[in-house]
T-cell receptor
Framework: GAVVSQHPSRVICKSGTSVKIECRSL??????MFWYRQFPKQSLMLMAT?????????EQGVEKDKFLINHASLTLSTLTVTSAHPEDSSFYIC??????????????FGQGTRLTVV | QKEVEQNSGPLSVPEGAIASLNCTYS??????FFWYRQYSGKSPELIMF????GDKEDGRFTAQLNKASQYVSLLIRDSQPSDSATYLC?????????????FGRGTSLIVHP
């Protein structure tokens, strides 16, 4: 299957600082990427849908000014958690979908980023 | 709101048994269905997808789809301890001209020796 690389896999930062997470599709061009957050023992929560060259679409309740998403190229999307606080500590996962019929095309996941804000 | 429902479990089965995982969905127009496996602390990985009514088999895994009843299930034969994980059902939901993967909460499976 297609490869999606997410970096870093683990990050610890101080409260009030910003953290950038990168998601790259290595062997396909991804016009759409998704960003999820997952708290321990809970389901994946879609945060936003990122479309190359346009603004991200955020899910209800997700602060777009706090979680900045940039999808500047067909192979790279970034999520920046600004002014991070301990409650932002979570597992952040990106996924990317190859070109094709959206309905029938699976999305491939990155390895995830474990963010801990201290 | 389009929903995907799964029993969170845990579902506990002995090694060698058949594990049966179920998922129901609310959007009658859904056409494709995906099963992902997620180990603790890891991201999900695709194990099966199914588009047509009936059964689809891949090794020890069988996906079953019943569109009339709006459920999709995953059977794991000869369950192994290494199958212990959370299994996520995903159904693409139409949104703004595109399709957004919508995930169930996942079912935790424990296979005990």
């Amino acid at each position: 299957g297609a490869v999606v690389s997410q970096h870093p896999s683990r990050v610890i930062c101080k409260s009030g600082t910003s953290v950038k997470i990168e998601c790259r599709s290595l062997d396909f061009q991804a016009t759409t990427m998704f960003w999820y957050r997952q708290f321990p023992k809970q389901s994946l929560m879609l945060m936003a849908t990122s479309n190359e060259g346009s603004k991200a679409t955020y899910e209800q309740g997700v602060e777009k000014d706090k979680f900045l998403i940039n999808h500047a190229s067909l192979t790279l999307s970034t999520l920046t958690v600004t002014s991070a606080h301990p409650e932002d500590s979570s597992f952040y996962i990106c996924s990317a979908r190859p070109p094709g019929l959206d309905r029938d095309t699976e999305a491939f996941f990155g390895q995830g980023t474990r963010l801990t804000v201290v | 709101q389009k929903e995907v429902e799964q029993n969170s479990g845990p579902l506990s089965v002995p090694e060698g048994a058949i594990a049966s995982l179920n998922c129901t969905y609310s959007d009658r127009g859904s056409q494709s269905f995906f099963w992902y496996r997620q180990y603790s602390g890891k991201s999900p990985e695709l194990i099966m997808f199914i588009y047509s009514n009936g059964d689809k088999e891949d090794g020890r895994f069988t996906a079953q789809l019943n569109k009339a009843s709006q459920y999709v299930s995953l059977l794991i034969r000869d369950s192994q301890p290494s199958d212990s994980a959370t299994y996520l059902c995903a159904v693409p939901a139409a949104s703004g001209g595109s399709y957004i993967p919508t995930f169930g909460r996942g079912t935790s499976l424990i296979v005990h020796p």
